[in-house]
Structure formats: C-alpha cells, structure tokens
C-alpha cells in the first residue's frame, strides 16, 4: 500500500463538529483482559506495548472534525483535511499535502481481501517488525517519500497495543519506526480490524498531526460495514 490509485477529490461536508472517541491503547493486555479485548475481532495477543509517538511542534489543530464514509465505514476527518475517495479506499490528506503519502491517513475496508499478498493478515504481519508494509523496502521519511528511491535499513514494531474504537470494538494497534540508509527514520501507524478485515493506516507519521491520527482512527465506527 505504498501508494493510492488515481482517484475524484471532493471536500468532505460541513456537518458540524462530530464528536471522536478518544483513543484507549491497553498496555500489555493479559488473562481475561486480552479475551474481552478479542471477543469481537479475534487475533493474537501482543505482548508489550512502547510509547512511540514522536516529539514535534504541533501544527494547528482542526476546528472540529467532520463524518465521511466509505463502503459502511464511518470515520471523522479533520475540518480543513481533504478527503479523496477512489471507490475502495479513502485518503484523508492535512492541508497543503498534494499527494496521499506523508501525512495522510488512509482507510482500506476488506484490505487484506483486496490486497493481492493478503497484507496485513497473512502471517501476522500487523505484529511483526517487518509488517508495516507489504513491501518494507523504501523509506518514507519527509524528504525521500515523493522519490521513493532511498532503502530501508531496519524497522521496529514500538507500539503493540488495542484502540477501542466509537462502535466499542477493539482493533490491533501498530507504530513502526523506520530507519534508512541516509540517516532519516520516519514512522507508521496502523489500526487493524482482523475479523471485519478494515485498515486504518498512516503511511508515514507527519510529526505535526501525531495526536489527531489517534483520534480519527478511534472515531471508526464499522457497524453498517458489517451489517
């Protein structure tokens, strides 16, 4: 998932604010913890969890967030954020950001479906330090993402946690970082649905937006998904 398809732009509507759950990550999930955690959405149990989000001066926040949706997933976006839907995924993109790939958060319902390696599902992926990507190769870092053409060295899976998400289920969470052979790291964050099959995904974390990623992944909501 390195990429989007070409795709139409719209900007989401102005529908108000609309309220975001707030991220809950449980730390070490254990015993009857990690059976109520997976009584919906079934998986492995991680083992620990790091704190690895990056230290950053903060951009502007959003006023408020607004609702958008793709096939039944419900999901808040940033007021001022566009919104691109290429009919099966959804990029939310932070001002100013042309493409989808830095910054960006992309949504990818029956993304392991869809995707021809089976990614993020096959063999765990979205709990190994090489699984966040299909192709961990390339680095992502601010400077290198538009060129692609600067390698990968190592990457560590930091964070192994759970997200409660609005509809009360509990997805696998993810944060890599990432170091390539010029020096620069970059990291990713994924929120992983294995039962219902729904990715949310940060390509490469704009430091900037960190805390907002957290908030808009746990506004999802897949119950009209699953209906």
């Given amino acids: 998932m390195s990429g989007m398809p070409s795709r139409s732009r719209f900007k989401a509507p102005r529908l108000g604010f609309a309220a975001v759950a707030l991220a809950?990550?449980?730390?070490?999930?254990?015993?009857?913890?990690?059976?109520?955690?997976?009584?919906?959405?079934?998986?492995?149990?991680?083992?620990?969890?790091?704190?690895?989000?990056?230290?950053?001066?903060?951009?502007?926040?959003?006023?408020?967030?607004?609702?958008?949706?793709?096939?039944?997933?419900?999901?808040?976006?940033?007021?001022?954020?566009?919104?691109?839907?290429?009919?099966?995924?959804?990029?939310?993109?932070?001002?100013?950001?042309?493409?989808?790939?830095?910054?960006?958060?992309?949504?990818?319902?029956?993304?392991?479906?869809?995707?021809?390696?089976?990614?993020?599902?096959?063999?765990?992926?979205?709990?190994?330090?090489?699984?966040?990507?299909?192709?961990?190769?390339?680095?992502?870092?601010?400077?290198?993402?538009?060129?692609?053409?600067?390698?990968?060295?190592a990457s560590t899976q930091t964070t192994q946690g759970f997200t409660t998400h609005a509809d009360g289920l509990k997805s696998h969470h993810s944060v890599w970082q990432v170091e390539c052979e010029n020096g620069d790291t970059f990291e990713v964050r994924m929120w992983f649905l294995p039962k219902s099959d729904v990715v949310v995904y940060v390509w490469a974390v704009d430091p900037r937006y960190a805390e907002y990623y957290d908030q808009i992944a746990a506004s999802m909501d897949v119950t009209a998904y699953n209906s």
């Fill in 24 to 153: 809950a990550l449980a730390a070490g999930c254990s015993g009857s913890g990690a059976a109520d955690a997976f009584s919906s959405e079934g998986g492995p149990s991680p083992q620990q969890t790091y704190d690895g989000v990056v230290a950053a001066a903060k951009a502007p926040g959003p006023e408020g967030f607004v609702p958008t949706e793709i096939e039944g997933v419900k999901i808040n976006a940033p007021e001022g954020w566009q919104v691109d839907d290429s009919g099966d995924s959804l990029c939310m993109r932070p001002p100013g950001q042309q493409n989808c790939d830095f910054g960006a958060v992309q949504v990818f319902p029956h993304a392991a479906q869809r995707h021809p390696a089976n990614w993020p599902k096959k063999d765990d992926a979205f709990n190994q330090d090489n699984g966040w990507a299909a192709q961990p190769n390339a680095c992502r870092s601010a400077g290198t993402a538009r060129a692609g053409n600067v390698a990968v060295t």
